[in-house]
């Protein structure tokens, strides 16, 4: 669990690339040379990598490059081969906001060839969680250059603290002490067995709050020889106020009887140990009835604040709402047809649900007629955007339809075009949020959470599912196909 290097670099489509500062950890490099072995590439100079980087990237030559652009080359994640003089260097990480670049190389602790699957590669996890640390410390600064090479300035002596040797111990900086001074401070006053994710101590009565929140990514086409494609991805997030310097929780996330199989499960650094099997399931796979089931049990030392105690996916075997959508023309009209149906097992009580249908590459909509069986159908003021309202409840059939015809004006360029929506490509995205639900049917119970700490803990435990880019294309026309190798939580 260690980085060998991290960099922050500026990208000018302009006047090109720098980098704005960089950290390298010679004792982790030792042991990169270790663990790997013959595979092991040297990390180099800040210009050379700088070079090759944004080559990877593709910010700097647009070009087609068989090695990195070719389709059996697809990246799911930020992780990155990086191509040097000595080799590709693997595994970077790197993402990009508002014109600066956030780089680590996480330690692989074994030989890089053949690749290990990234969910054996701890570091990988941690160097996300420090590059996001490090974006939420310098992104407030981005408008004032000032402030800027000021924040830049500060990050050595702050990664004394967040990252000492190359282990991340914590990645919220914005909590942390910037001064020599108080870094000194705040080691010899901290107790010895706080951990440097604990910036203070709660006194009061102990509180846990725990919420899962899980979206569902779907694409449905209604075709015979096109596959629907849905997933769910879900985050537990805690904020535990608990005295003590460095109090003991366990929590468990449990399913029903039927419930899908939490997968790719990564955790938070305060984990102090899981079951092994919770790791092995992976999407990647078929799942069957080998699958690890829960419960699914965190023992962890909680930071201060709030934080992200797990993520996972799932595979559920339906997606919540069913979809068709038939867009034809008719002379100078289109008539569009939208069948929608809930799910038997979904709960019926959304805080919102609606559809909105969009129309690209077309001018103004002039002419309306239309029929709904359930909500209402409302126009959006540049009149390219049909939102149907749904409500809070699907009839008790839980089937609901929409027909309409609609005739437009001339295109101009106040409205939207699309390089994918041409002609009759046209798509329905759906808008939910369902309290007090998860489409896997995971959740927490409040008696197994487990606090060794003085006094009775109060529990609250929330759930959520909402909708992500949750797509019903038209059958009746060419649509863009989403295979699963594609279908990641980015």
């Known amino acids: 669990m260690a980085l060998r290097a991290l960099w922050l670099v500026r990208h000018d489509p302009a006047a090109g690339g720098a980098v704005l500062f960089s950290r390298r950890y010679p004792t982790v490099e030792t042991r990169a040379k270790t663990f790997n072995g013959s595979t092991h590439v040297t990390v180099p100079d800040d210009n050379a990598f700088l070079k090759a980087l944004l080559f990877e990237l593709r910010l700097t030559d647009q070009n087609f490059v068989e090695y990195r652009d070719t389709c059996t080359r697809i990246n799911k994640a930020s992780v990155y081969a990086v191509r040097t003089e000595g080799g590709d260097l693997w595994p970077v990480l790197a993402f990009q906001k508002s014109g600066l670049i956030y780089v680590c190389l996480p330690l692989v602790e074994q030989a890089l060839k053949p690749r290990p699957p990234l969910l054996s590669i701890s570091g990988i996890s941690q160097g996300l969680d420090l590059l996001s640390g490090i974006l939420d410390f310098v992104s407030p600064s981005r408008k004032n250059e000032a402030e800027l090479s000021a924040k830049i300035g500060q990050l050595r002596n702050l990664l004394l603290q967040a990252c000492p040797l190359g282990t991340p111990l914590q990645t919220n900086l914005c909590s942390l002490n910037s001064s020599f001074d108080d870094i000194q401070d705040f080691s010899t006053n901290r107790d010895p067995k706080q951990p440097a994710w604990r910036t203070n101590t709660y006194k009061g009565k102990p509180h846990v709050n725990v919420c899962i929140a899980e979206k569902v990514k779907c694409m449905q086409y209604d075709k015979r020889d096109v596959v629907d494609m849905w997933q769910v991805y879900g985050t537990v997030t805690c904020k535990c106020d608990i005295e003590g310097a460095a109090p003991n929780v366990t929590l468990s996330l449990n399913l ?71 867009l034809n023309e008719e002379g100078s009209q289109l008539k569009l047809t939208v069948n929608l149906k809930l799910h038997e097992s979904i709960k019926n009580t959304f805080e919102y649900c609606e559809a909105r249908i969009p129309f690209f590459n077309r001018g103004p909509i002039a002419h309306l007629e239309y029929k709904v069986s359930y909500g209402q159908l409302d126009l959006s003021r540049e009149k390219s955007l049909l939102v149907w309202v749904i409500g809070q409840k699907f009839p008790k059939s839980l089937e609901i339809s929409l027909t309409g015809t609609v005739t437009f004006g001339t295109l101009s360029e106040e409205h939207p075009t699309d390089i994918i929506c041409t002609g009759n490509t046209a798509y329905v995205k759906l808008y939910f949020r369902i309290p007090d639900f998860t489409l896997t049917g995971c959740y927490v119970d409040q008696h197994s959470v487990q606090l060794f700490s003085p006094g009775k803990p109060k529990i609250n435990a929330s759930r959520e599912l909402i909708s992500s880019d949750y797509y019903i294309w038209n059958s009746k026309a060419s649509a863009p196909i989403v295979y699963k190798t594609l279908f990641t939580n980015e």
């Not at 650094?269 to 009835?289: G, Q």
């Open 256 to 326: 029903p009887t039927n419930g899908s199989p939490l997968q790719d499960i990564l955790v938070h650094h305060c984990v102090t140990s899981l079951d092994s099997a919770m790791l092995m399931a992976s999407s990647v796979d078929a799942l069957d009835d080998s699958a690890f089931s829960g419960p699914y049990k965190f023992p962890f030392i909680p930071p201060s604040d709030s934080f992200n105690l797990c993520s996972y996916t799932s595979q559920v075997p339906v997606p919540p709402i069913l979809g068709r959508y038939q």
